[in-house]
T-cell receptor
Framework: GQNIDQPTEMTATEGAIVQINCTYQ??????LFWYQQHAGEAPTFLSY????GLEEKGRFSSFLSRSKGYSYLLLKELQMKDSASYLC????????????FGKGTRLSVIA | DGGITQSPKYLFRKEGQNVTLSCEQN?????MYWYRQDPGQGLRLIYY???????QKGDIAEGYSVSREKKESFPLTVTSAQKNPTAFYLC??????????????FGDGTRLSIL
């Protein structure tokens, strides 16, 4: 079976750091993706991890531990425009296998 | 510009009516996907196609149908058998080359409502 868990909602202050966690149990693992989705818009790709460790991309970083079935997305220097839903998704098998998505974490950034 | 185009942006369906959502991509991607998004439910896979003239059911295919006659196009028909069609529908595509690190790219979505 496939199960991907994320917190439903989080709130953080402008300028702060926030960590959004994702745990997964899937049959097969070929990478974990993070997407950002503003309300009513398309998800946009943020990051990809397949090996254990941290991948950094500007203000956003993503971490993976395959043995623990765990990932997190770290957002630094939060800005109001970072208010959005963040979706964790797993690719179970090769290349074009559809991604399996968690329910998303709605992040609100407050002044 | 390369991308994925979904149309229409908003669509209204009458009871007992079939409607078709369009999805076109000019990214030369092999694979295309349809997801449904409901509040609090995340994205759920309806159908996907990894190559022209072939497609597979996803987790919630009942009440939907698709075709993949051209690489660029993957239309989704919401039939009258789908009793709760009100949702945000997202089409995505990904390349068949380059390995498993290739993300799915999404269109802007179609919001379907029942009249």
């Amino acid at each position: 079976g496939q199960n991907i868990d994320q917190p439903t909602e989080m709130t953080a202050t402008e300028g702060a750091i926030v960590q959004i966690n994702c745990t997964y149990q899937t049959s097969g693992f070929n990478g974990l993706f993070w997407y950002q989705q503003h309300a009513g818009e398309a998800p946009t790709f943020l990051s990809y991890n397949v090996l254990d460790g941290l991948e950094e991309k500007g203000r956003f970083s993503s971490f993976l531990s395959r043995s623990k079935g765990y990932s997190y997305l770290l957002l630094k220097e939060l800005q109001m425009k970072d208010s959005a839903s963040y979706l964790c998704a797993v690719r179970g098998y090769s290349g074009n296998t559809p991604l399996v998505f968690g329910k998303g974490t709605r992040l609100s950034v407050i002044a | 510009d390369g991308g994925i185009t979904q149309s229409p942006k908003y669509l209204f369906r009458k009871e007992g009516q079939n409607v078709t959502l369009s999805c076109e991509q000019n990214l030369n991607h092999d694979a295309m996907y349809w997801y449904r998004q409901d509040p609090g439910q995340g994205l759920r896979l309806i159908y996907y196609s990894q190559i022209v003239n072939d497609f597979q059911k996803g987790d919630i295919a009942e009440g939907y149908s698709v075709s993949r006659e051209k690489k660029e196009s993957f239309p989704l028909t919401v039939t009258s058998a789908q009793k709760n069609p009100t949702a945000f529908y997202l089409c995505a595509s990904s390349t068949g080359t380059g390995g498993s690190n290739q993300p799915q790219h999404f269109g802007d979505g179609t919001r379907l409502s029942i009249l």
